[in-house]
């Protein structure tokens, strides 16, 4: 079994930054790719940023420029760096990666931008 677990949710005012961190263990004996998804009250779950096992690199139109996906693979580790914090970026962010052959999901950690 494989668990993740996202840290370094919190409150931030806009225009403010937060590093989220993933981090899975357990039974892992390959991992393929890792990223970020967010699910704002009211609506569905969106991607947010992927990256691949190789590094390639995938975000949503609303993020790009301001988040950052980055991952270190021998900590089994995948961040989030987020920057220009808006209060549209306010939801729950959840991490899955890709483990042996299946896809993990964290419990989610909570992101409020706001005054």
């Known amino acids: 079994q494989v668990q993740v677990v996202e840290s370094g949710g919190g409150l931030v005012q806009p225009g403010g930054s937060l590093r989220l961190s993933c981090l899975a263990s357990?039974?892992?004996?390959?991992?393929?790719?890792m990223g970020w998804y967010r699910q704002a009250p009211g609506k569905e779950r969106e991607m947010v940023g992927i990256i691949s096992s190789g590094g390639r690199l995938g975000y949503a139109d609303s993020v790009k420029g301001r988040f950052t996906i980055s991952k270190d693979n021998a900590k089994n580790t995948v961040y989030l760096q987020m920057d220009s914090l808006k209060p549209e970026d306010t939801a729950v962010y959840y991490c899955?990666?890709?483990?042996?052959?299946?896809?993990?999901w964290g419990q989610g950690t909570q992101v409020t931008v706001s005054n």
């Open positions: 899955y990666i890709l483990s042996n052959g299946y896809n993990y």
């Open positions: 357990g039974r892992i004996f390959s991992i393929g790719a």
